[in-house]
Each structure stands twice: as structure tokens, then as C-alpha cells.
């Protein structure tokens, strides 16, 4: 039973630490964070397992850290609240042709970031995004000003269907 708690102690651990990284930087690892990553995975388990060896050991463990994965995954299907504790929440980054500085400073972004990451998606110039939005998941997603006739309005596409 001691190392179910061991495993669950060091689940939130990890969780904590990794929600401490940001979104952005679990997004783009560099191969040294990586290296990182995985050297901590072995700390992690000698922490877990106190060098127990034995097959039951290491049945708890995975079973535990499992079962708490799913746990969480179920919790934030049924609680948008347990959902934006564990998983976090968009946030704007760029907005009405400005930076949105408090997420940037806080999510660790670099304005030269955010232009990199708007020509990897065909925007040439942040003067033509209307919004950008650093996802859950790390990445940044842009919806673009759409020039008609002099006037701005944002512009985006809808799931399946092209923009117009």
C-alpha cells in the first residue's frame, strides 16, 4: 500500500512541476529538456519504488499512475473547473493588433516567438491577425484580419468548411 502512495504523491508532484513549465515550453522541448525529462522519469520511479524490484511493486505503480490519469481525464470531462485546473485554458497572446503582455511575460514568450510561429502558418506580418490564442496544448493558433474594401473584420473558418 505504501507504494500506491508513493505513486500518487509523485503524480501530483510531476503534475505540479509541469504545469509550473508552462504550456509553451512543454510544447518545444529541446533535445537537453528532453534528456532532462527522461532522467527524471528514472529518478521518479527509484523515488516511487524505494528499489523494490519485485513485479507486484511495479504492477502498483503502473496501475496506480494509470488509474489516476484516467481519474483526471473523467474529472474533466464532468467539472470545467477540474478541467481548467488540470489542463489550463487558453489564453490570448495577440489581440486587436497588439500584444497581450501579461500572457506573454507570464507564459514566457517572446514577441520574435510569436512571429516565428505566425509564418510557420502563412502569416507574414502580426498586423494581419486579429487574435492569436496559446492553446492547452501549447501551440498558437491565429485568426486573421480579412481586408474587404478598406475595412478589418476578423476572419476565420468554420470545421470542415473553407474560408470564403
Known amino acids: 500500500m505504501d507504494i500506491v502512495v508513493r505513486a500518487a504523491f509523485i503524480f501530483l508532484f510531476v503534475w505540479l512541476i509541469l504545469r509550473g513549465m508552462g504550456k509553451r515550453e512543454l510544447a518545444q522541448l529541446n533535445p537537453f ?32 499512475l494509470g488509474l489516476l490519469t484516467v481519474a483526471t481525464s473523467w474529472l474533466s470531462l464532468r467539472s470545467s473547473w477540474f478541467a481548467r485546473l488540470f489542463e ?58 480579412e481586408r474587404d474594401g478598406g475595412r478589418d473584420e476578423p476572419r476565420g473558418t468554420e470545421p470542415n468548411r473553407p474560408a470564403t
Open 33 to 64: 529538456e528532453l534528456v532532462l525529462l527522461i532522467v527524471i522519469g528514472d529518478l521518479i520511479q527509484q523515488a516511487v519504488t524505494l528499489e523494490d524490484h519485485s513485479l507486484v511493486g511495479a504492477m502498483a505503480i503502473v496501475s496506480t
Open 88 to 145: 489550463g485554458e487558453p489564453a490570448p497572446v495577440w489581440k486587436d493588433g497588439r500584444p497581450v503582455e501579461e500572457t506573454m511575460r507570464r507564459e514566457r514568450i517572446r514577441l520574435e516567438e510569436l512571429e516565428a510561429e505566425a509564418r510557420k502558418q502563412g502569416i507574414a506580418r502580426l498586423e494581419d491577425v486579429h487574435l492569436a490564442t496559446l492553446e492547452e496544448d501549447g501551440t498558437i493558433s491565429f485568426l486573421r484580419l
